[in-house]
């Protein structure tokens, strides 16, 4: 990854990645290299048949008159451009794009509102060793692909050490694809297919007493509902209230 600070309120980083198995590829240790020139190359040698390569981008513009800045980020797991331009839908592609406001209103606080939005096929692969993931852990957004979240956050620091958050959110994700409708085109829309909704509301308090000491308590409120059977664990579905409290030092 690249990262450019192009004036003092405007920072912009792009970068690579790529996700391969089998034996070691020494081109792929090249500082220099980019990532989907190598697998071209790789595959047109018949060294493999391709490797599962991403690039990403990151932006965030402060506008000090106020307070507050804007920022993004766009990951291409896929995409022909081909095909967009003849009109087609041939991507796989996430984005989150948001904006935090401090002392709105009221001193020492912030607000920040958040949407993503991960297009079908993000992040998966349809050979196992080349998913993006690590160790069955989704790397990336964890929403994951086929799916859209809208977040929302009010914090304040009411004094020293002491401070409360609000925050929401509302995510949506259609049904979990098959990888073999990763080479079917058209690619099907964003949230296609039996449906999962969850509504989340938190609201949080941290004190630090004395240097080191952190009691922490929240309270959850969620309701989940999912269509494609077997996804979420039953203990999750329905409404729930949940409360819980933390005390710990020195960590």
Known sequence: ???FYIADDLSLSIGESVVYSGSVEPIYLIPVMFFRLADHYLSSSGSNTGDNAQIFADASYRIQPIDSKVYGSIFVDELSLESVFDGGNLSSIGYTIGTEFSDLVIPNSSLVIEYSKLQPFVYTNSN?????????YQLGHWIGSNADMIYVAYNKNILRGLSVKLSSYFFRKGQTELPEQQYQSPYPPTLYGKRRNDFNLELSCSWQPIHNLYLNGFYEYSDISDQEIGRTPEFELGTHNNFGFSIYYGL
């Open 1 to 3: 990854m690249l990262s």
């Open 128 to 136: 196992d060793a080349q998913t993006y993931s690590s160790h069955t």
